[in-house]
């Protein structure tokens, strides 16, 4: 799924943003990235998605070589992801239905196909009823709701959320982690990079600190998210009609 052996990113100010980092997280695991501002948790993540070249090093994701990878590549592996930001990155003039839509369009999938799949996704994140609503008409928490539909749409291997709680208030926090624990539970790897110990704490899995371009920890916190293998039913249901 993700493996990186010695990799280590060096700017061209001469920062060294990662140092000589050696990591394996495996299809379906739920991992929490912790630490500090500018411990190197978004270099991570940049060089996850090839938006940024390791300098020293290897990285596979995903079955791709990241360091051999050519750039008409690129969309192919990002096609395995579901990516949700902090700032949401909604595009204001289509509604929520549309702008989940985009994803499988530029996909080039079939109208049916993107009907069924839009309205399946719209349910699990509870936005039934807003598929004609535009960004400025939803709160903070719709809105990141609607980006982690967008994520899901075209069912990726791995979601990864950057500060996914970031911008929205206590109660739609947890809300969201939910979503994204139950998501992990029907086997898609979860990689979440937040500055919240209190969610960390909560809702557990395994949690890899970087601190100074270094893994200092990775240990697994328990949680009665992960004990409780229950599922909402209607859920299930769903997602067995597809």
Do not use: W
Request: some cysteine; charged content about 30%.
């Amino acid at each position: 799924m993700i493996h990186l052996k010695n990799v280590s990113k060096v700017y061209s100010n001469g920062t060294e943003a990662l140092k000589n980092v050696s990591l394996d997280i495996n299809q379906g695991e739920f991992v929490f990235i912790v630490g500090p501002s500018g411990a190197g948790k978004s270099t991570f993540l940049k060089l996850l998605i090839h938006e940024e070249k390791a300098t020293f090093g290897k990285i596979k994701v995903n079955g791709f070589d990241l360091i051999k990878m050519k750039n008409r590549k690129v969309p192919y592996l990002r096609r395995t992801m579901g990516i949700v930001f902090q700032d949401f990155r909604l595009i204001d003039k289509m509604n929520v239905y549309d702008n989940i839509a985009f994803a499988m369009r530029a996909i080039g999938a079939p109208e049916k196909t993107i009907k069924k799949r839009v309205n399946y996704v719209i349910a699990i994140v509870g936005l039934t009823g807003k598929e004609k609503c535009r960004p400025n008409e939803l709160s903070g928490g719709e809105q990141q709701r609607v980006s982690l539909a967008r994520a899901l749409v075209n069912n990726p291997e791995m979601i990864i959320a950057d500060e996914p709680t970031g911008n929205i208030d206590p109660k739609m926090s947890y809300e969201i982690m939910r979503r994204l624990v139950d998501i992990n539970k029907k086997g898609t790897t979860v990689l979440i990079v937040t500055h919240e110990h209190d969610l960390v704490k909560e809702f557990g899995g395994r949690v890899i600190t970087i601190n100074g371009g270094e893994i200092e920890k990775d240990e697994k916190i328990d949680s009665k998210y992960f004990l409780d293998e229950s599922v909402d039913s209607a859920e299930d249901s769903e997602e067995a009609e597809e």
